[in-house]
């Protein structure tokens, strides 16, 4: 068994990543004839903080600043320290998947970058480009260059601190494509923060159909086209229908993810 805690960062907000993140569990539990324990931790909205007797822990996107102070962050921070105090001190590790608003909220914490809003919301399929870090690391490295995600943020982590990410020993293995034509720095998409930890700024448990529905909202579609053009939109619901972009990412990242935790958990289970 692979014991799962999810954090639900969502604050009751309704959304498609809760789902998402619960049928990749499932479909990689039918796929490699296991069993997953799934708890959800309310930690936003209950304060409902997990233990650390899992072997996985997965923090959602969700909406908000990630670098306002509503209360809960104190727990969500002890909970990660202790989880790197653990995994320092202990030769089975623990796992750690932050996506999104918990890869922000990661970076503000430890001062590895510059948390900022948006000049304007950034949502669509955009690709994201590999590093030389990335193009080597078990989660990026393969996926093409570039790669294709959804992304949907209003805020952004720029400006990475080299001495800061040294210290950590942290690695940036994605950034956003470049932008010639506009004056602003590229953001940083996914980080390994220690062996055990990795999270991305984009979401890369989403899935075609429900981005599709996503898309073509009213709401989001003026959004896309007001930003980026009505030719960008139509590119956008193209690549849902494309193997090789979001499906590929939602098929590859987690799983590859799980992966790593469920082998060291059937190595702990050989040597006990």
């Known amino acids: 068994m692979l014991k799962v805690a999810i954090l639900d960062m969502y604050k009751g907000e309704p959304n ?42 997965i923090s959602s996107g969700g909406p908000g600043s990630p670098i306002a102070i509503e209360g809960w962050e104190d727990d969500w921070i002890k909970l990660i320290h202790s989880i790197i105090l653990h995994n320092e001190n202990f030769a089975f590790k623990k796992y750690v998947f932050l996506i999104c608003h918990s890869f ?11 948390v900022s809003q948006r000049q304007s919301e950034s949502f669509g399929i955009f690709p994201m480009h590999p590093t030389h ?58 980080i390994q923060f220690t062996p055990e930890i990795f999270g991305t700024q984009f979401h890369p448990e ?46 590859k990242m987690i799983p590859i993810f799980l992966d790593e935790a469920f082998h060291l958990k059937f190595k702990e289970v050989q040597l006990t």
């Open 206 to 251: 989403a899935d075609a159909d429900g981005m599709y529905h996503y898309l073509v909202s009213e709401e989001k579609k003026k959004v896309v086209i007001e930003n980026y053009g009505l030719e960008k939109y139509e590119d956008m619901l193209a690549h849902l229908r494309d193997p090789d972009k979001i499906r590929l990412t939602q098929a």
């Open 104 to 114: 922000q909220l990661m970076c503000h914490h430890f001062k590895l970058a510059t």
């Open 16 to 57: 498609q990543g809760m789902r998402n993140i619960h049928e990749i569990l499932d479909d990689y539990a039918k796929a490699h004839g296991i069993s997953i324990r799934k708890n959800v931790y309310d930690i936003r909205g209950k304060g409902e903080v997990p233990n650390l007797d899992y072997d996985v822990y």
């Open 133 to 190: 870090s990335g193009k080597h690391n078990k989660y990026t490295g393969k996926l093409p260059d570039p790669f294709y995600a959804v992304d949907s943020r209003k805020w952004q982590v720029i400006k990475p601190d080299a001495e800061a990410m040294a210290v950590m020993g942290a690695k940036i293995l994605a950034i956003e494509k470049e932008r010639p034509h506009l004056p602003y720095e590229r953001a940083t998409m996914a």
